[in-house]
């Protein structure tokens, strides 16, 4: 018996290097693949209480069960020990976050420190703790605008030249793509419903799209 459990242990070594060498190319920084963040979190609470139910929210129907063999494989080598524990979690983590990931049609490229959290999320999360959304309605609302402002004034700017040579024309156009093409997805995004959106992902939404 407890040959077997040895042998699970050394098979999830394999399991946990091959997860953490997926990608380790850097696309993009994500609140949902930090080991601070709410995914982590929940199996965190998962795998104290040894019951898979906190989680399952996080992942799509269809790789339900997936998740449910890694959370009995995981479970069944903590016992082995405080090393073997920790392990088992960092495999349980990864595979959790890889698949929720894959549900978002996100590439996974590893689990990132607690700290490396996008300001504008670390204030949605915090908004969500505190109950109010003004604080983040606002910062978001000044980016926006400040954004707008620089895009349009560049454009406004390139246009008075436009007609004087060809370079002056391309300066415009260039300029003139970047502002609308900006104000059109700024449009797009604040108009847009939670199902417009995962159409666009090919499902119903699950968890938060970053």
């Known amino acids: 018996m407890r040959a077997n459990r040895r042998k699970s242990a050394v098979g999830l070594v394999v399991a946990v290097l091959a997860v953490a060498n997926l990608g380790q190319a850097r696309v993009a920084l994500a609140h949902c693949d930090t080991l601070g963040g709410p995914v982590v979190a929940a199996a965190r609470v998962a795998l104290e ?98 954004g707008i402002r620089q895009r349009f004034t560049r454009a406004y700017e390139a246009r008075k030249r436009a007609d004087d040579n060809v370079t002056s024309g391309r300066e415009f156009v260039e300029a003139y793509v970047e502002f609308t093409h900006y104000v059109e997805r700024l449009h797009r995004d604040s108009t847009a419903g939670a199902a417009a959106h995962a159409a666009d992902r090919g499902g119903a939404p699950v968890g938060h799209g970053h």
Do not use: C
Not at 52 to 64: C, F, H, I, N, S
Not at 90 to 113: D, Q
């Open 49 to 146: 209480r040894g019951d898979v139910t906190p989680v399952l929210k996080w992942v799509r129907p269809a790789a339900e069960g997936e998740i449910r063999a890694a959370f009995a494989r995981a479970a069944a080598v903590r016992s082995l020990g405080p090393q073997a524990r920790d392990l088992a979690d960092t495999y349980f983590f990864e595979t959790l976050v890889r698949i929720h990931r894959e549900g978002e049609g996100a590439p996974y490229t590893g689990l990132k420190p607690a700290g490396e959290v996008e300001p504008a999320v670390a204030m949605a999360d915090e908004a969500l703790a505190s109950g109010s959304v003004s604080r983040l309605a606002d910062a978001i609302a000044a980016d926006v605008a400040e």
